[in-house]
Each structure stands twice: as C-alpha cells, then as structure tokens.
C-alpha cells in the first residue's frame, strides 16, 4: 500500500535485494510440490480428514459480550484519531491497516476465527427479518473485500482519513442493515472482516465441531469442515488476485504505466486489480474443469476451494510480513503515544526473506495436501490421481507466479 512519504508502505525495499536467489527459491518450492504430490499419490489411497466432526474437545468459554463492547471502544478510538488527528501520519491509519488488516491474519491463524469472537456487530440482536438467501453465499464479503482491497492498492490517498472514514461509514451501514434483516448468519457470510478472519481460522488449532462444542483440530480437519457455498471461490480469489496486484503494482514497468497510462492511475489501477483476480480465477476454473472431465465429476469448483484457503494465507503471510513487524512496532508506538523508537533491525533481511518463501511453499503444499485428499474422496478411484494432475498443474502455476512477484 502507499501513503504520503511511504508511512505505510509494506516490505523492506527493493523485493531484488532479498537475500534468496530466485533459482533457489524456485528449486525449493518445486521440490517440495513435487515430492508431496508424488507421495501423496502412493501413500494417501483414502480421505483421512473429517472435519467439522473432528477435534478434542475443551472446557473453554469466553465472555464475548464484554470483548465485543472493548472491540467497538477500540473502533470509537480509531474514528476518533480520523477525525481529529493529523492528516499525515496519522493513527487511526496504522490501526486500521497494519494492526486490524495484517494483525487479524497471525491471531486468526493462532486462535481461530476471533474476529467472530471480537466483532461488535454481533451486539445487536439475532432477530433476523428473513432468513438470509441461500443464493447470496459469500458474495457480499467477496464485493466488501475487493471494497477494502480497492481502497488500500488503487484509490489516490489510502490512508487519508477522509477516505477511511467513507470506508467504514459504508462498512458500518452495510453490516447494520444486513444484520437488522438478516440476522447474525449474514455477518457469517457477509462481514468482509470475519469472512476473512474465518478463513484464516480454518488453519487454527482451535475450532467448533458441528455440535458447536470448542476443540483442539489438524489444521486440515478445519480445513476440510469449510463447506462449499456461492461465492467462495470468488472470495478466496479476491484475496489471491489482490495480493498478486500489490506485488505485481510495484515492478518499474506498471509505475510507469499508472503515471503515463490514458486511463489515469485509478483508472488503470482498478483495471489492473480486476485483471489479476480475473486471472486467478480463470486459472482455477479452467484447471478444475480440466480435472472434473478427467475424473468424470462436475462441479468441482466450489468443492476444492478449500485448497486455495491456505495458497491465499502463505500469499498473505509473505506479503505482509515486514509490514507487520516493522509497522506494528510504529502503530502500538503511535496508538498508546509512548516515547520510543522503531527498532528497524528487529529481523533481518535474511529472516524476512526465509518467512516469505517458506510461507508461499508450506501454504501451496497445504493446497496439495487438501485438495488430494478431497480428490480421493469425490473422485473414481481409478481416476484420482490423474484427476489431480490439474490441480498440481495450478498450484504449480500459483507457486512461480508469487515466488516471481516477491523476488524477481
């Protein structure tokens, strides 16, 4: 993201500096693909994951009430920074971008979905008008986060905070009426934020079984529990696409074409957004078609895209890295005003550069993983291997592409 004087922006510099060769970075994550596709292929004859049945279970409650009314005096201290804090830097722009955007990523991925547990639209009653239509699925998050994503990668001034407060004045009035109408399950498919947070929290160790009760889970049983719906696949490209444009908007060539380009920057930047989720689509339609008339099955789509769900974290995690732990240290510092410096030697170059890669490769091979053992499920048994050849093809495909993006 950019901002006046480069505040917000994420990584550490120049992505050709990163101290990791990209043959090796190649190598490594083709290997690793390779080797667990093969494996997989002789080892794993039969689907293991049971999803929302699995887990041990725990004797845990939180008091959510109380954490939802402190989330929504942290949002008040947010709004409140916007409206009356500095134009440049200000706070509420680090709040918003590097401890609620990026920070929701590692929580979610340590303690499940918290935005659920945290979100403070789930104070107004659960007195739904209507049931929510089952049609709508997640696309209402997939258009809330392309909002956000929009917002943050192509409008002119991201982190203004004229152009926040639109944002969540529209956020706000959008899950207020949804959940008004439609009760707590639209905010299960339509709040952009905890669609988000429950993605991620699909990788946790902790989760809910299909009787409700709080348990210790594989990350792949989590995984497997996530059930298909409208708009999924939509929503898990957007984070893809999204994620593949900021790496891709930074490359000499596309700068200068934003600056130069007939459309204007925003013009050509939402262009370029929509392109690069247009294209992760495709690709993943396209492959699953191709898999679908290999092993006789249709509509496979919406049942592997589970398997995207850890590419789009391992993206995610690669990406926004450096932000997080450079920036972060600069919004705790600005937020509860403390007389201290950002320790920019906090990591190494080095050590970004390992998180990044490994973060890419363990979440492509969690896709394998995932999507193997939902071939073996859907698919003939004569034809499951050869079923998942497309699918290998793609994670191949996903892999290059963001190893391309964040080192070359």
């Not at 060769?21 to 689907?47: H, R, T």
């Not at 920074?81 to 609620?100: C, H, R």
């Not at 979610?108 to 403070?120: C, D």
């Not at 071939?375 to 050869?386: I, T």
Request: glycine share 10%; proline share 8%.
């Amino acid at each position: 993201m950019t901002a006046p004087g480069g505040l917000l922006a994420h990584g550490i510099g120049d992505r050709a500096d990163l101290p990791i060769p990209l043959f090796y970075a190649y190598a490594g994550a083709l290997a690793a693909l390779v080797v667990s596709f093969l494996a997989l292929g002789l080892l794993w004859a039969d689907s293991r994951f049971r999803g929302d049945r699995a887990g041990l279970p725990l004797r845990l409650r939180l008091p959510t009430r109380p954490l939802r009314v402190l989330t929504l005096l942290a949002a008040a201290y947010t709004v409140g920074w916007l409206l009356l804090g500095p134009a440049s830097p200000n706070t509420g722009a680090y709040l918003v971008y590097v401890l609620f955007w990026v920070g929701l990523i590692p929580v979610s991925l340590l303690l499940g979905p918290v935005w659920r547990l945290l979100n403070p639209f789930r104070l107004l009653p659960d007195r739904p008008r209507r049931p929510l239509p089952a049609r709508l699925g997640y696309w209402p998050a997939a258009l809330g986060l392309l909002a956000f994503t929009w917002m943050e990668l192509v409008a002119p001034d991201p982190a203004a905070p004229p152009t926040l407060l639109a944002f969540l004045a529209l956020y706000a009035a959008a899950q207020t009426a949804g959940t008004l109408r439609y009760g707590h399950a639209w905010l299960e498919r339509g709040d952009p934020f905890e669609v988000y947070s429950t993605l991620a929290g699909q990788l946790a160790p902790l989760g809910r079984r299909a009787d409700g009760a709080l348990v210790l889970r594989s990350p792949f049983d989590g995984l497997d529990a996530l059930r298909p719906a409208p708009g999924l696949v939509a929503t898990v490209c957007v984070l893809l696409g999204s994620t593949g444009y900021d790496g891709f908007s930074t490359t000499p060539a596309w700068v200068d074409a934003l600056q130069s380009g007939p459309l204007g920057r925003v013009g050509l930047g939402t262009a370029g957004l929509l392109a690069a989720i247009a294209a992760v689509a495709v690709l993943y339609g396209s492959c699953l078609w191709l898999a679908g008339r290999i092993g006789g099955t249709r509509g496979l789509a919406p049942r592997f895209a589970h398997s995207l769900v850890p590419i789009a974290i391992g993206y995610l995690i690669a990406h926004y890295f450096s932000l997080l732990v450079i920036e972060g240290q600069r919004a705790v510092i600005l937020a509860l005003g403390l007389d201290a410096e950002v320790d920019r030697e906090l990591v190494s170059s080095s050590v970004i550069a390992t998180v990044q890669v490994l973060a890419i490769i363990a979440g492509h091979v969690a896709g394998v993983v995932a999507a193997h053992d939902r071939s073996v499920r859907l698919l003939p048994p004569a034809k499951a291997v050869a079923g998942q050849i497309p699918l290998f093809v793609l994670m191949l495909c996903y892999t290059l592409g963001g190893l391309t993006l964040l080192l070359a």
